[in-house]
């Protein structure tokens, strides 16, 4: 069996709920961690688990929601007070590299101070990382609503948002990520080993009738709701005759 998984750790919405954590994941290669995305709950969610933050090299985040990225500064903070001594590479969208420094120095997290080597890189629409696995970040339109509001106050946010296309081996995964609409993904499903789709912002009518008409082991959903709302959810699946769709629960592993 491979030694390769990628597990949930948090599969809550944007609404935090006592029995889920907010979005995180962590990609696990021969115990070489890939962190993407953590939001709230994340890093006890990681040592709960049994993952070592030592063994961590890279985060990713796909956006700056808070529900996304509020817990990474207490990850960065448990790698440094564990004695972190490799290189840790943080990978933002563009937009987010100057304030996280900024906010970094304001908890306190002072570069200076680490006894690790850091970087944090931002990222945009293509962008390619090539390793022990590749990755490769597809802009989405999840936070291009705000766009009224940061013309009129003339922000500087650019509004940046992406799913991932992961792969390791010869395994296809694609998370999604939180999106705009399903035209943002759909064209990027078809062959994957696993699709993990955050489901919030999603037309499900139109998610359901497409996935039996393309060729995917398993699709994940995550980004969940209180239970009722679940339930709900359940129902429609069942309506529709859908068989490889998985709900996602904190700690769910995927074998790769």
């Known amino acids: 069996m491979s030694?390769?998984?990628?597990?949930?750790?948090g599969s809550?919405?944007?609404?935090?709920?006592?029995g889920r954590n907010s979005s995180g994941y962590v990609l696990n290669i021969n115990s070489r961690l890939t962190v993407i995305d953590c939001?709230?709950?994340?890093?006890?969610?990681l040592l709960r688990r049994g993952f070592n933050p030592l063994d961590i090299e890279n985060i990713f985040i796909t956006h700056t929601h808070s529900d996304h990225v509020c817990e990474l500064p207490l990850l960065i903070q448990l790698m440094y007070v564990s004695g972190f001594d490799k290189?840790?590479?943080?990978?933002?969208?563009e937009e987010f590299v100057g304030p996280l420094k900024i906010y970094l120095r304001s908890v306190y997290l002072m570069v200076e101070k680490f006894t690790f080597e850091f970087e944090i890189l931002g990222y945009s629409d293509g962008f390619k990382y090539e390793n022990n696995f590749t990755l490769e970040a597809i802009g989405n339109t999840h936070l291009n609503h705000y766009k009224e509001w940061v013309e009129k106050?003339?922000?500087?946010?650019?509004?940046?948002?992406?799913?991932?296309?992961?792969?390791?081996?010869?395994?296809?995964?694609f998370h999604s990520g939180?999106?705009?609409?399903?035209?943002?993904i759909k064209n990027h499903l078809d062959g994957n080993k696993y699709v993990i789709t955050e489901l919030t912002h999603l037309n499900l009518e139109e998610y359901f009738e497409f996935i039996p008409s393309i060729n995917v082991g398993e699709f994940i959903i995550t980004h969940l709701g209180n239970p009722e709302d679940v339930k709900k959810l359940q129902t429609k699946i069942q309506e529709a005759g859908l068989e490889n769709i998985t709900f996602a629960i904190d700690g769910l592993e995927l074998q790769l």
């Open 39 to 45: 939001g709230g709950g994340t890093t006890t969610s």
């Open 12 to 18: 809550s919405s944007g609404v935090p709920q006592a």
């Open 178 to 184: 939180d999106l705009g609409s399903f035209d943002d």
């Open 3 to 9: 030694n390769n998984s990628y597990t949930i750790l």
């Open 87 to 93: 290189k840790l590479s943080v990978y933002v969208p």
């Open 153 to 173: 106050y003339s922000m500087p946010n650019k509004m940046q948002s992406h799913s991932f296309k992961i792969q390791v081996g010869d395994t296809r995964i």
